[in-house]
């Protein structure tokens, strides 16, 4: 039924539907919906404890044999620059004043940790069928670990170069990350998001650059998305946006609505919230102090200065200063169930591939 079943071979799946690792916003529930309706659900670690991440693969492990993906950072940890953090908190000082907040307040520490010893010995615990990982690899001595269990190894790319990278390093198959995609950009050999490529101009030329399976990522929400990375040569697809809108999803009332209410032209690339550019919606923090900052701390400091008014704003219902993860495609989004979510995708698309083929 499907033309190309390389991606579900390699997997072990049904379906070449890759639920994207959304950290902060999935969690156990939806990694199972997803697994069990034949997809690859995958668990975000990067902002988990050791102790968490235990937790929530204890319950997936319980709740589906089904292959699942386990999906860390790969970043250099930040390098302590006091004069720039303080720069970036006295840019955020009127904002602090006018919520009521000290400004004198110290920063609670970033909860985005990259792939280290520790999460590599509860990979080697729970043996999870894939591994991917987003800003590259992480180092060699690590990435023979995971290989070593038997996981196949995924990450993102936004350039071709990128693309031919990871190949060279031995991943099994490489995302290709258009610049239409909600949350943090992939980049790790360039950090110009000036030049990046969007996913119907990026995905052909990797899938030519590369001889493994290539996973196509951005502004995909619906059959018609799905079939277009089809006919670029995608193997598969991974959808992030799309199932934000589910009802697994951890995300709150504040940015459910603002996602119910996005436009395709209500996101932007910002550094604001972690140092790091990531799609989100535009509210006032980003207008106001972005969409990108010369004073934002190296990733992930950013998020510390920020936090307090976060909590305090949303507190009183508003989004003022949080980060509402977005792709382009968000207004295609549907409320359903993630497994009926899944299952939906793959028989419309399976339908709208029919037609095609009859059509031809």
Not at 213 to 220: E, F, L, Q, R
Request: charged share 20%; proline share 7%.
């Amino acid at each position: 039924m499907w033309a190309d079943r390389r991606i579900q071979d390699l997997f072990g799946i049904e379906l070449p539907i890759i639920q994207a690792p959304m950290a902060g916003s999935v969690g156990s529930e939806m990694v199972v919906a997803v697994s069990e309706a034949g997809g690859l659900g995958s668990l975000p670690c990067a902002m988990l404890s050791p102790e968490q991440m235990r937790t929530e693969l204890g319950i997936i492990r319980q709740r589906t044999s089904r292959p699942i993906n386990l999906n860390f950072f790969c970043h250099n940890p930040p390098q302590a620059d006091p004069a720039r953090e303080a720069a970036w908190k006295r840019r955020l000082e009127s904002y602090y004043v006018e919520l009521g907040l000290d400004p004198r307040t110290p920063a609670p520490a970033a909860a985005r940790a990259p792939f280290d010893s520790a999460m590599c010995d509860l990979v080697e615990e729970f043996a999870p069928e894939v591994v991917s990982f987003h800003f590259g690899l992480p180092e060699r001595s690590l990435l023979e670990r995971v290989r070593a269990t038997g996981a196949k190894i995924i990450s993102s790319a936004t350039t071709v170069e990128e693309a031919r990278w990871l190949e060279d390093k031995g991943c099994n198959a490489v995302i290709a990350q258009g610049y239409e995609a909600g949350g943090h950009r992939g980049l790790f050999l360039s950090q110009d998001i000036t030049t990046q490529a969007g996913t119907m101009a990026l995905v052909p030329q990797v899938v030519d650059a590369v001889a493994v399976p290539v996973i196509a990522a951005g502004g995909i929400a619906d059959a018609r998305g799905i079939a277009a990375a089809f006919a670029l040569g995608a193997s598969a697809v991974q959808i992030g946006t799309a199932y934000l809108f589910c009802p697994e999803a951890k995300v709150g009332p504040l940015h459910r609505e603002a996602l119910r209410r996005a436009k395709d032209n209500d996101t932007v690339l910002t550094d604001v919230f972690t140092g790091r550019p990531a799609r989100g919606i535009t509210n006032r923090i980003v207008r106001e102090v972005g969409p990108m900052s010369e004073l934002s701390p190296e990733f992930p400091l950013a998020t510390g200065a920020l936090a307090p008014l976060r909590a305090k704003a949303e507190q009183a219902g508003s989004g003022d200063f949080s980060p509402f993860w977005s792709g382009q495609a968000g207004a295609l989004g549907r409320e359903a169930p993630a497994g009926d979510l899944t299952r939906q995708l793959a028989a419309e698309t399976l339908s709208r591939l029919s037609r095609l083929s009859g059509d031809a």
